[in-house]
């Protein structure tokens, strides 16, 4: 057992073995995947095979996963004014939700003044009746909607939601960072015409990044533009070794699926009773589905940049639900955008598991909770 638990698997999370097996025989490949001698073809070879592996895990075809250097970067290349969908009508105007990735809620390459938010319910989840109100008499939008939220984990309801955009004659990007690897996403299932994806956030390397659009989308334009890698979508030499070890974290997440999401999710519930035994715990979006490894909680008085503290020196690593900037702690606007007061928002701490979480973890955890509660909660 280790000397610490870590419960920020949201955050990022541990390389997987076969990530690293992948990542460090990549590492002695010389070729620029580019070039077409044969260790140039050895390497392209590696990174088509990890491309599959994502299209396959995600419904796409291969020739439509472009990599990037991070979720942040696919969000960027996704929020684009001019994509044309079924419609064949470029879209010229943004709708995200009000509970976005900083990098989303950035708007891409949308102007400020195109760009609206669409509300959320108390429980954390999109209300589609306003984006319906925001759709109507306008000209195509592009919806952004993640399909789970980093901080509550409530999944968001992306399939609706590609309905109402579609037909209205919009497109529909999903941040699907949190998703991958904890639940089943498919492309086509839930309708979405862009989805993004982050490899350090299912035991793959940081630093390595995809977006999957769509068969037919048109009119996507790179932020990077030199040499024409992934088909003039993303110029730059790819990173083979990040590239492979991503898709052999997706492969492994995608095989431990089934049996990861059940353990967890028992687990998870295991630790919410116990967080519960501290009188007036709030758990945030409990009523709405959820991802099965994230908790977001919080306490009468608790404030989460001390309890973050105070668990690290009880040796277990979890997160604030407040956003950090310039060392300051404030609101989450997740919480914010769910209508919770200031107060109650910077009192909000995340904990998220993952595949190598055990009960034991979760029993030192309530442990530090109960000796944290006794001293931070008194009045």
């Known amino acids: 057992m280790s000397s610490r638990v870590y419960l920020d698997w949201n955050a990022t999370t541990p390389l997987r073995a076969e990530a690293r097996a992948a990542m460090l025989a990549a590492y002695e490949l010389i070729g620029n995947p580019s070039s077409v001698h044969a260790e140039g073809r050895e390497a392209r070879r590696w990174v088509e095979e990890a491309r599959a592996t994502l299209a396959a895990a ?13 979720g942040t970067e696919a969000n960027a290349l996704a929020l684009l004014p001019g994509l044309r969908g079924r419609s064949g009508e470029p879209v010229q105007r943004l709708l995200v939700s009000a509970i976005e990735h900083a990098s989303v809620l950035a708007g891409g390459r949308f102007p400020a003044e195109s760009i609206k938010q669409i509300r959320v319910t108390r429980a954390g989840v999109v209300d589609l009746d306003h984006l319906r ?18 901080e509550t984990g409530a999944l968001q309801p992306v399939a609706e939601a590609a309905l109402v955009v579609h037909e209205a004659g919009g497109l529909l990007h999903v941040d699907s960072i949190q998703a991958l690897g904890k639940i089943a996403f498919n492309i ?7 989805a993004s994806f982050s490899a350090h956030k299912i035991g793959g390397p940081k630093g390595v990044g995809a977006l999957v659009v769509s068969e037919g989308l048109a009119g996507l334009e790179p932020i990077l533009r030199g040499g024409g890698q992934e088909l003039n979508r993303r110029a730059g030499t790819e990173n083979v070794a990040g590239i492979a070890a991503f898709g052999a974290a997706v492969k492994a997440a995608l095989q431990a699926l089934p049996e990861d999401a059940k353990r967890i999710s028992s687990l998870r519930d295991h630790l919410e009773k116990g967080l519960r035994a501290i009188a007036g715990t709030t758990i945030f979006s409990e009523t709405a589905d959820r991802l099965p490894n994230t908790v977001l909680f919080t306490a009468p008085g608790l404030k989460a940049e001390t309890a973050v503290i105070g668990f690290d020196l009880e040796g277990v690593a979890v997160s604030s639900g407040a956003a950090c900037s310039s060392g300051k702690v404030q609101p ?9 007061d200031p107060a109650v928002a910077q009192g909000a701490v995340r904990l998220s598991l993952g595949w190598s979480t055990e009960p034991e973890d979760i029993n030192r955890t309530l442990e530090a909770w109960r000796k944290l509660g006794n001293s931070l909660l008194k009045p």
């Open 332 to 340: 989450s606007h997740v919480l914010s955008a769910m209508g919770f």
């Open 188 to 194: 086509n299932q839930v309708g979405a015409d862009l």
């Open 133 to 150: 109100e925001l759709l109507a008499g306008g000209s195509p939008a592009l919806v952004s909607i993640m399909a789970a939220n980093n």
């Open 58 to 70: 995600v419904g796409a075809r291969p020739r439509n996963v472009v990599f990037t250097s991070s």
